[in-house]
Structures are given as structure tokens and as C-alpha cells.
């Protein structure tokens, strides 16, 4: 009876202390995801002891005052005279099997040893996890200093030929044709120095005297 009704309030409060043993504590295990199984578990307990033990409270007593439908104090001596039978039990050398919580011996040292049997306790059913994938969904995309749409950045990474310069073709063009000009006009002179020079006769023109001879 008193391992039972001990049982509910260690899940009650998440905290057991027991004179000469050990203080029990229900931790809480954080939700995980199973990505093999594709599926979220819920969270979880486990229950560990630590070999401090601290005195119980008074609420503590009136609680089980009352689970055990006794008085306080009765109830007081019934949980010291537990906790003393227990311990003397642990120090003879017995396994102590505490369903639903877990196995105290006693160890090489002496002191005293828990061996949890519960892995974990969950109150909830796994959620299955299956990853969405939104095809065309337009979501902001920093590109340096601007912001695009992700179907922006699409359609730019789509047609990257018509976000490129095209001035070396202006300039091949150009070089063509001066190369084109260049031919033709040795074609009409010849490759000489003088088909590359001005070959005009300059002729001085005549002006008027601006002077008169003195006798």
C-alpha cells in the first residue's frame, strides 16, 4: 500500500524524498523527432534518484494523511517506520523491486545503488512527421542589398544569357570593318609608302606686290 500510494505522488510532484535511501526525481524528456521513422514522440519521463535526501515537507504529510485515510501524525510514523524498514532492508544486502519505479541494492561501497525500470513514461502518442514541400511558393530572397522573390531569383537563374554584356561584340564589329577599310584601300594604292601619304601637288598661288621700289 505504501509503495503505491509513494508511487502516485512522486508523479504527482516530480519529487520524492525518503529518509535513508534517497531523494527520487521525474524528469521530463524533451519531445524528439525519429526522421528514420518520420514521426515526432511525445515527451517523455524517466525517474532517476539522487543519494541526498532531504526531509519531507508538510504537505507532503497531509497528502498522504489523506491518500492513506489516516491522521497526520499518524500518517507521519507510518512513513518513518517505512522508510526505516526499508533502508535496513537495502543494508542487509535485499533487492528492494518497487514496481513502476525501479530496483535499490546495495552496492560494493556500501552506499546505496537505483536501477530505474522505467525507460520512459509516455502519456501521449507519437505525431507522424511528414516534411511538406510546396512546389512554386514564392518566399523573399536577400540578393546583397536587395530583396527578390524566390521566383524572381528563378527566372533570372533560368535565362543567365540575357544578364550578360554584349560589348566585345560592338567591338569585334568595329575591328572588321576597319580591318575591311584597311584592305580595300591598299587594294587601290598598292603597299607602298607613298599609298599611304598625301600625293597632292601643293601649287603657291600668286599675290600682289605690297611694296614699290624708290628711284
Known amino acids: 500500500m505504501m509503495y503505491e500510494k509513494l508511487y502516485q505522488y512522486l508523479l ?21 523527432v525519429e526522421f528514420s521513422n518520420k514521426r515526432i514522440n511525445p515527451p517523455a519521463y524517466t525517474i532517476s534518484m539522487k ?31 517505512f522508510a526505516f524498514d526499508l533502508k535496513k532492508q537495502v543494508e542487509n544486502g535485499d533487492t528492494i523491486n518497487w514496481n513502476g519505479v525501479g530496483t535499490i541494492t546495495k552496492g560494493l561501497g556500501g552506499e546505496i545503488k537505483f536501477s530505474s525500470d522505467v525507460i520512459s513514461i509516455a502519456y501521449e502518442t507519437p505525431v507522424a ?11 523573399n530572397v536577400r540578393v546583397g542589398e536587395d530583396q527578390r522573390t524566390s521566383a524572381e531569383m528563378v527566372e533570372m537563374l533560368s535565362h543567365p544569357e ?17 580591318f575591311v577599310f584597311i584592305g580595300w584601300h591598299f587594294s587601290q594604292n598598292g603597299i607602298s ?15 600682289n606686290t605690297t611694296y614699290k621700289i624708290l628711284p
Open 12 to 32: 504527482q510532484h516530480n519529487k520524492l524524498p525518503v529518509p535513508g535511501i534517497g531523494t527520487f526525481l521525474l524528469e521530463k524528456i524533451p519531445a524528439q
Open 129 to 139: 512527421a511528414e516534411k511538406v514541400i510546396r512546389e512554386k511558393a514564392e518566399h
Open 162 to 178: 540575357a544578364n550578360k554584356s554584349y560589348w566585345w561584340a560592338y567591338a569585334l564589329a568595329i575591328a572588321l570593318a576597319a
Open 193 to 207: 609608302v607613298s599609298s599611304t601619304s598625301n600625293n597632292q601637288v601643293l601649287v603657291p598661288s600668286v599675290t
Open 51 to 81: 543519494s541526498a535526501a532531504t526531509s519531507p515537507t508538510t504537505n507532503f504529510f497531509s497528502w498522504l494523511a489523506n491518500a492513506l485515510d489516516l491522521g497526520e501524525r499518524d500518517a507521519i510514523l507510518k512513513f518513518n517506520d
